[in-house]
């Protein structure tokens, strides 16, 4: 049982905007101050896409946006396209330890 | 331009030891600003975090594997290793080596291209 628990998919059409969420479910994560959210293409190495909730780093597209509201964190992607098609993950970290969700499938219809 | 390149044995028989290095080149794993990671991932399954190290030696470990993971750091050679004692075919999984922030914990933002090691006898 992961401490993040995420939607197993998530779907939307060229153009629209998707929201991954991703709970807080264990009590080891803490505050859930420290949220990440990382990219991974089949066959490919994860991609950092948010870091601290909702800052993004550089060369990231600005259509992905986090936010965290008490123990939900959310990544969004506007205007989604093709190339947005692959897994998300969210991560937390509390007293040295990285947590990760079990990861959401987004898929461009 | 930061690279991480993992590099060790594919296959691996159960109980021995799973040992990868990972070279870092384009930065110095002195740099204080950062931790040097392993991150896991089993064969259509999900992100495993399996520890950290610092250049002073400091580790975290996954606590679900801190028994069995030891993390070291060889600064003369920019490189950092994983061993991972008395494998299991649950171990078989794409392992990567990363940089994490150290000030932006939650901050992996240079990710090897990753290794597969199969456990198997």
């Known amino acids: 049982q992961s401490a993040l628990t995420q939607p197993a998919s998530v779907s939307g059409s060229p153009g629209q905007s998707i929201t991954i969420s991703c709970t807080k479910t264990?009590?080891?994560?803490?505050?859930?101050?420290?949220v990440s959210w990382y990219q991974q293409h089949p066959g490919k190495a994860p991609k950092l896409m948010i870091y601290d909730v909702s800052n993004r780093p550089s060369g990231v597209s600005n259509r992905f946006s986090g936010s965290k509201s008490a123990n939900t964190a959310s990544l969004t992607i506007s205007g989604l396209q093709a190339e947005d098609e692959a897994d998300y993950y969210c991560s937390s970290y509390a007293s040295g330890t990285t947590f990760f969700g079990a990861g959401t499938k987004v898929t461009v219809l | 331009q930061l690279q991480l390149q993992e590099s060790g044995p594919g296959l691996v028989k159960p109980p021995e030891t799973l040992s990868l290095t990972c070279t870092v080149s384009g930065d110095s794993v002195k740099n204080t600003r950062y931790y040097w990671g392993w991150i896991r991932q089993p064969p259509g399954k999900g992100l495993e975090w399996i520890g950290n190290?610092?250049?002073?030696?400091?580790?975290h470990y996954s606590p679900s594997l801190k028994s069995r993971v030891t993390i070291s750091i060889d600064t003369s050679t920019n490189q950092f290793s994983l061993k991972l004692n008395s494998v299991a075919a649950a171990d078989t999984a794409v392992y990567y080596c990363?940089?994490?922030?150290?000030?932006?914990?939650?901050?992996?933002?240079?990710w090897g291209l990753g290794t597969l090691v199969t456990v198997t006898s």
């Open positions: 990363a940089r994490r922030s150290a000030l932006v914990p939650d901050m992996y933002d240079y």
């Open positions: 190290i610092y250049y002073s030696g400091f580790t």
């Open positions: 264990s009590s080891d994560i803490g505050d859930f101050n420290y």
